[in-house]
């Protein structure tokens, strides 16, 4: 496997997925993370799941469980990303080849210790092209940006790989309470609305119950959605879901609508919910 190289892997969806203007960058996350539904849950969250389209349309809904975070600002060191490849098809899980991640907030460094651990793992392979102009990972960073002091990052593009092979890559990295792990994927595609919610309500049941047979019809990040059931279930974590809807919802029509969820995954200590 190649060692990183000195490249940054730039901003590719700025100014379509969310704003390019870092002030209007900032201000639209705070507002969703002050209008977010809030959580009764008790127990930081070690991992979760959050959606990654258009900040119009699924960014409340993100911002609903990014908001946990918030009290972890000073402990959270390092950030597992993992999501699905939208534009190129890879084998297993990618690494970007690169040292460092830009936003319009500025540039993440890459953890370089976390790529070392992994490095003769067999799924794992680097594909600056997987990770070019892939958004289901770009969006995620303006948040974790605004929420995290300083972080390193860890960012996986997931394509064609078992469950249990990104379990595995997760059970390496797993960590302690500096680590968090963020998975990205929204939920149905294109259905009427009413439809969308039944659909969805299963998905979400299914991801509560650490289930790893969801398929990609019901979620797009069902690979690295089910290998983190599979790690949280051997490490005794439970999941929470944090808040349900779709683009009908935020800011599309209601005749073909993209389902997005927010769950937490956190330890089962006392005054736990």
């Known amino acids: 496997m190649k060692s990183l190289d000195s490249a940054t892997r730039s901003a590719a969806v700025a100014g379509l997925f969310y704003p390019r203007d870092a002030s209007a960058l900032v201000r639209s996350i705070n507002e969703m993370l002050a209008g977010a539904k809030r959580s009764d849950l008790k127990t930081p969250p070690k991992a979760i799941i959050a959606p990654h389209a258009g900040y119009i349309y699924s960014g409340p809904i993100a911002a609903s469980v990014y908001a946990l975070i918030e009290p972890l600002r000073s402990r959270i060191r390092r950030v597992l990303l993992l999501g699905p490849t939208h534009r190129v098809a890879v084998r297993g899980l990618a ?160 005749g073909r609508v993209v389902g997005y969820g927010a769950f937490a995954f956190y330890e089962d200590s006392a005054g736990a919910k």
Do not use: M
């Open 95 to 254: 690494l970007p080849g690169c040292t460092w991640f830009e936003t319009p907030l500025g540039r993440i460094p890459i953890d370089e210790a976390a790529v070392a651990a992994i490095r003769d793992t067999p799924q794992v392979t680097v594909s600056p092209d997987a990770h070019e102009l892939e958004h289901s990972l770009e969006v995620h960073l303006p948040f974790l940006q605004t929420l995290l002091s300083e972080f390193k990052l860890l960012p996986l593009a997931v394509g064609y790989a078992e469950p249990a092979q990104v379990a595995e890559v997760l059970d390496v990295l797993w960590g302690g309470d500096e680590t968090l792990i963020v998975v990205s994927s929204d939920l149905s595609h294109y259905l009427a609305y009413r439809e969308a919610q039944e659909v969805d309500r299963g998905t979400a049941q299914s991801i509560i119950e650490l289930r790893s047979d969801i398929d990609h019809e019901h979620a797009c990040g069902a690979t690295p959605v089910a290998g983190l059931a599979i790690t949280a279930r051997q490490r005794g974590l439970r999941a929470r879901l944090i808040d349900l809807r779709n683009s009908g919802d935020t800011a599309g029509d209601k």
